[in-house]
């Protein structure tokens, strides 16, 4: 991970907001309740793909939610 005093702003947003979606997929799966799990999950992609197009390498090694059924 970069320093934070070397990252921009928006990067430092962008790695905020990736953890807090991260922590919701998370509490989504605790809680077993498949459209929470949907949604953040794809809130989640959705972060990762806004990063990845401005140029922020994500840590994308922690898997996402398996499909909801």
Do not use: Y
Request: cysteine-free; overall charge negative; proline content about 6%.
């Amino acid at each position: 991970m970069v320093k934070p005093s070397t990252m921009s702003l928006f990067e430092r947003e962008m790695q905020d907001q990736l953890g807090a979606a991260r922590d919701a997929l998370t509490e989504a799966e605790r809680r077993g309740e498949p459209l929470l799990i949907q949604a953040a999950a794809g809130h989640l992609e959705s972060l990762i793909d806004l990063a990845r197009r401005n140029g922020i390498l994500v840590d994308a090694t922690e898997p996402l939610a398996a499909p909801a059924v």
